[in-house]
Structures are given as structure tokens and as C-alpha cells.
């Protein structure tokens, strides 16, 4: 489903946020992109959703050669696509309703199937009560959980999140989480970046790890709770890869 082949994103002439990054992603998987702060996890999702054009290396995704991609495919990209991202971009001048439906709207969908489909992914994320809402009069949390229902509406092949639940406490954090299995559950892969150790201990996915720009280390999903230790409820963290 998405295949990375020796890729690599220079910001200006010296600045180099990956480096040769290859690592390959089934159908279906659910993985945890990790790292310290400036690693280069945000930089690497905006390359799968062409947000940003690599320097060098080929990607694919669903299908689609990124690096050689005309404008006119990105769309069509971004329709199998669900995106959350670190700073929610929500539309202010739209309700919670609107902006869920917006996508929908883009694509054609019938004004009945919008409010149906919208509906169900606020009820997912537990939000149906907000819809009448601007993003200005919620939380931080709830705009987030705006932003992940957004990314759902439209059934993505692929599901991308930024640090989903950096804004969120760790009860709501692990329920954003098991929504995301839920739906990895229906077949759509997810690849969710996140600094928080503790949830990808509980979660026990496949574990990619990114440092100054290139892959630190890809466990498998059995074994990431055994290198980085149980979650911290259970016993206090073993010392593990720098997150
Ligand atoms: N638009 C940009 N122009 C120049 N440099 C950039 C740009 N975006 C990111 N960088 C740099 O590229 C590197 C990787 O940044 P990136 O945002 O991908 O890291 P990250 O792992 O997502 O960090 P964080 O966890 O803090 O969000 C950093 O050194 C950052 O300063």
C-alpha cells in the first residue's frame, strides 16, 4: 500500500529532514511512526499525502508514483486518503457539520448521504451533539476529534494522523485509538505519527522509528512492547529507544 524507496526531502539547499528512507507497508497494517522532535515524522507524512514533493527516492502509495505524480492525479490521491493533521486545520467559518461534510460535498456525495455519513463519523468520535458548533466554541480535544471524524468521513483506503492526540487526556487518547483499530479492523491502513510512548507500548503495532531523518529502527508488532517495556500502568518503562 505504501512503499518508500530510498527517499529523501532537503528543505532548501542544507537542510536535509530525511535521508535514504526506505521501508514498505502492507494493505491493512496499522504502524507507529515515532522520534525525537525534528526527526523528520511530519515531514515524511506530508510527502505521502503530496503535501511536499521528495528531493530524491520514489514513493507509492495506493497505487500512485508520487515523485512523478502530474497535479491533476493528487486528487484523486487525496480521495483515498484520510488526513489528521497537527494543527487540525479546521475551517473557522464552518460549523462542526460543515467542515466533517465538506469533503463529501466536494466529491458530489447527495445532500442526504452527507448528513447520514457526517453524522456517523461525529457519532464515532463522539461529537454528534457539537454539530451546530464553530470550531472557535470547542476545546482543543474536541477539534481534534472534529479533525479525526473529517479523515473518516470518507471511508480513506489510507488513514494518515499527525500526533492525534496530543491535545487530548489519556482516556480520550486511548479511545481515539481504538477507533483507529476499529477502522484499521475494516481494512483501511493506518499510519499514525505520535511521541507518546505510552500508547504505542498499550497498542502494540508495528513500530517504524525516525532519528535526524532517517530509520532508526522498524519493529514488528509483537515485539515493540517487548524492546520499549510495558505501558507504565502495568510497571515503569525499561529504557528503550530515545521517542
Ligand atoms: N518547511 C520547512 N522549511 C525548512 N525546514 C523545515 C520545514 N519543515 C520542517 N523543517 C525541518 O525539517 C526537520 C524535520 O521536521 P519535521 O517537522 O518533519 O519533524 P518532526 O519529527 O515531525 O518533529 P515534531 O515531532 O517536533 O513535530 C526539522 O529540522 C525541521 O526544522
Redesign the pocket.
Known sequence: MITLTHVGKQ??RI?T?LADVSFHIDAGEFIFLT?P????????LKLLFREQVPSTGEIRVAGHRLASMPDKEIAVLRRKMGVVF?DFKLIRTMTVFENVAFVLKILGVSHAEQKQRTFRALKMVGLQHKLASYPMQLSGGEQQRVAIARALVNDPLVLVAD?PTGNLDPDLAQEIMTLFERINGQGTTVLV?T?DRNLIQRMRKRLIG?DH?RVAFDYPAATSTVVLGPPAEASRPVDGPRL
Open positions: 528543505y532548501g537542510h529532514a522520534g522532535s525534528g526527526a523528520g515524522k511530519s515531514t515524511l497537527q500526533e505519527a511521541h525516525l531523518g
